[in-house]
């Protein structure tokens, strides 16, 4: 699905340091989200929107936050890095397309190392 | 919130054979429940989803099963295949909000020859 793309795709920071990471999408779906995957916890849910007003919180928000700029990008900063913050990072978008409007696409993935 | 449980987290099985992996939900109004294929290195791709008012669907060798009543949802792969080798998650729609999705921790499969 290159319609859904994530800049950067690999990331090193320091601890506190403040990055930023962007999805875009051209799908034209209203609905965008960020994901957190770790090895044997699955993909968590970070923080989502389902359209440029309006951004909710997921599950595991704290030492997040995001951004809904337009309907096609959604970004994602760590104000403070901090190790634990290591992680593969993924955004999906979701919308009518196909036969269910519950359906997520992926983007390519983040993968940030915070030293 | 909705609880989703996994298992097995590890499966091993030669080519040819069939491979099954089930999931556990928490919340009976979910309706919603998609399965995602995830390649080394790669993003998860949806391979198979089901609504809740179908008790199975196929798709050439992969299918999924669902029984509201236990709660519970399986995918099995038949005639397994080296590049059915990946780390499969099962999730399920939250009825808070059906757009959210709550994915299970995941079973990595291997086919070996």
């Known amino acids: 699905d290159a319609d859904v793309t994530q800049t950067p795709r690999n990331r090193i920071t320091k601890t506190g340091k403040r990055i930023m990471l962007e999805c875009s999408q051209t799908k034209g779906h209203d609905r965008m989200y960020w994901y957190r995957q770790d090895p044997g916890l699955g993909l968590r849910l970070i923080y989502y929107s389902f359209d440029v007003k309006d951004i909710n919180k997921g599950e595991i928000s704290d030492g997040y936050s995001v951004s809904r700029q337009a309907q096609a990008k959604f970004s994602l900063s760590l104000e403070s890095a901090i190790p634990n913050q290591t992680a593969l990072y993924f955004c999906a978008t979701g919308g009518k397309e196909g036969t269910f409007q519950e359906t997520q696409y992926f983007g390519p993935g983040t993968r940030l190392l915070v030293l | ?113």
């Open chain 2, 1 to 113: 919130g909705e609880n989703v449980e996994q298992h097995p987290s590890t499966l091993s099985v030669q080519e040819g054979d069939s491979a099954v992996i089930k999931c556990t939900y928490s919340d009976s109004a979910s309706n919603y429940f998609p399965w995602y294929k995830q390649e080394l290195g790669k993003r998860p791709q949806l391979i198979i989803d089901i609504r809740s008012n179908v008790g199975e669907k196929k798709d050439q060798r992969i299918a999924v099963t669902l029984n509201k009543t236990a709660k519970h949802f399986s995918l099995h792969i038949t005639e397994t295949q080296p590049e059915d080798s990946a780390v499969y998650f099962c999730a399920a729609s939250d009825t808070g909000t059906a757009s959210k999705l709550t994915f299970g921790t995941g079973t990595r499969l291997q086919v070996t020859l």
